[in-house]
T-cell receptor
Framework: NAGVTQTPKFQVLKTGQSMTLQCAQDMNHEYMSWYRQDPGMGLRLIHYSVGAGITDQGEVPNGYNVSRSTTEDFPLRLLSAAPSQTSVYFC???????????FGPGTRLTVL | DQQVKQNSPSLSVQEGRISILNCDYTNSMFDYFLWYKKYPAEGPTFLISISSIKDKNEDGRFTVFLNKSAKHLSLHIVPSQPGDSAVYFCAASQGGKLIFGQGTELSVKP
């Protein structure tokens, strides 16, 4: 049981490049979410999904896209990276929206 | 406008004593509150939670208190251990969407 896995662990991008952050869970959780954490701030919700085929926006969705084609995977896409997207990104999952969330180890992204 | 605030960026406590971490919120519609612990270069791990219909929840050395009239919750750790040294985040849930505080870094000295 691997829990929540994220790849890559580190990534450096140039402004304007695109990339996908991968997130997978093997706990059969319906609810998955993406957060970003910036220095001196708590985690902020980017997008979330309550099940396959259903996604919605969180607090800070601009510049990010998501899709949920399977229960296990919830990738986060940056279409045109900007320096303001330099952050640590965490993926999380839970049995439902009302249960505690399990977090992945994070992806540290730097946009130059 | 920050809906969940942890006003103490850091806290230092002696091993064996009580650690009290505080959190204030502004939205009375939050229905569920959680505390997470985070070590450097790792994801947050769930510690303890409390529903808005309760005022206390206990799990071993960890107790969370909720004061709805003051819109305040606190996490008590008794006794504190050096392994408790980490950043602690409180989070509030509305319809399953979590809003996090900025975190408090706890240092437990031997």
């Amino acid at each position: 049981n691997a829990g929540v896995t994220q790849t890559p662990k580190f990534q450096v991008l140039k402004t304007g490049q695109s990339m996908t952050l991968q997130c997978a869970q093997d706990m059969n959780h319906e609810y998955m979410s993406w957060y970003r954490q910036d220095p001196g701030m708590g985690l902020r919700l980017i997008h979330y999904s309550v099940g396959a085929g259903i996604t919605d926006q969180g607090e800070v969705p601009n510049g990010y896209n998501v899709s949920r084609s399977t229960t296990e995977d919830f990738p986060l896409r940056l279409l045109s990276a900007a320096p303001s997207q330099t952050s640590v990104y965490f993926c999380a999952s839970s049995y439902s929206a009302y249960n505690e969330q399990f977090f992945g180890p994070g992806t540290r992204l730097t946009v130059l | 406008d920050q809906q969940v605030k942890q006003n103490s960026p850091s806290l230092s406590v002696q091993e064996g004593r009580i650690s009290i971490l505080n959190c204030d919120y502004t939205n009375s519609m939050f229905d569920y509150f959680l505390w997470y612990k985070k070590y450097p270069a790792e994801g947050p791990t769930f510690l303890i939670s409390i529903s808005s219909i309760k005022d206390k929840n206990e799990d071993g050395r960890f107790t969370v208190f909720l004061n709805k009239s003051a819109k305040h919750l606190s996490l008590h750790i008794v006794p504190s251990q050096p392994g408790d040294s980490a950043v602690y985040f409180c989070a509030a849930s509305q319809g399953g969407k979590l809003i996090f505080g900025q975190g408090t870094e706890l240092s437990v000295k031997p």
